[in-house]
């Protein structure tokens, strides 16, 4: 298996511009995240999706980001407008079933201007 | 929200001594996860501990769960330099499929 797959694996973009970051989960994994890494505040959880449908989004920072499963195989992070505080790694994860271990992607590094 | 701690957020160790780190969450859990991440990389799970008093080993490194306690340990046995990275402890939260990380800790072992 090809792990999770996430693009681009780096992003810069002035702000003010549209982002949009995928992700291609583990086949056969029901559950993906999107998560935030910063050196302030480490990993925060964004969203989370059960079966394709946002289960939790209270993580999502602003009504300037948004977060879509359209299938199982396919999701998407996108920030719009960007600004420079959105500057960060972006990881998306999966898992097979509830409470089973993430396995991560390789991440987003975004860097908004 | 659950909160979950882990201290020391910076560990320098020699090359074959041993150190603990500790993980703390604020809120009744029974999954405990740890995982590690070099710089610059993805994170990669380490240990997956289910019950109170799981402990679970590879290599140098050793893993346990203290439910009533709240507390997870990660023990480290005579270090080498490729153990050398952030190890992350995870809960899943009790009510729900969420993740909290803990805030890392960045270990540097010493040749």
């Known amino acids: 298996d090809a792990g999770v797959i996430q693009s681009p694996r780096h992003e810069v973009t002035e702000m003010g511009q549209e982002v949009t970051l995928r992700c291609k989960p583990i086949?056969?994994?029901?559950?993906l995240f999107w998560y935030r890494q910063t050196m302030m505040r480490g990993l925060e959880l964004l969203i989370y999706?059960?079966?394709?449908?946002?289960?939790?989004d209270s993580g999502m920072p602003e009504d300037r980001f948004s977060a879509k499963m359209p299938n199982a195989s396919f999701s998407t992070l996108k920030i719009q407008p960007s600004e420079p505080r959105d500057s960060a790694v972006y990881f998306c994860?999966?898992?097979?079933?509830?409470?089973?271990?993430?396995?991560f992607g390789s991440g987003t590094q975004l860097s908004v201007l | 929200e659950l909160k979950v701690e882990q201290n020391p957020l910076f560990l320098s160790m020699q090359e074959g001594k041993n150190y603990t780190i500790y993980c703390n969450y604020s809120?009744?859990?029974?999954?405990l996860y740890w995982y590690r991440q070099d710089p610059g990389k993805s994170l990669e799970s380490l240990f997956v501990?289910?019950?109170?008093?799981a402990v679970k080993q590879e290599g140098r490194l050793m893993a346990s769960l203290d439910t009533k306690a709240r507390l997870s340990t990660l023990h480290i046995t005579a270090a080498v330099h490729d153990l050398s990275a952030t190890y992350f402890c995870?809960?899943?939260?009790?009510?729900?499929?969420?993740?909290?990380f803990g805030t890392g800790t960045s270990l540097t072992v010493i040749p």
């Open positions: 994860a999966s898992s097979r079933v509830v409470g089973e271990k993430l396995f």
């Open positions: 086949s056969g994994h029901n559950s």
């Open positions: 999706f059960n079966n394709n449908v946002p289960i939790d």
């Open positions: 809120t009744t859990s029974d999954r």
């Open positions: 501990l289910l019950s109170n008093g």
């Open positions: 995870a809960v899943d939260s009790y009510t729900g499929n969420q993740f909290y």
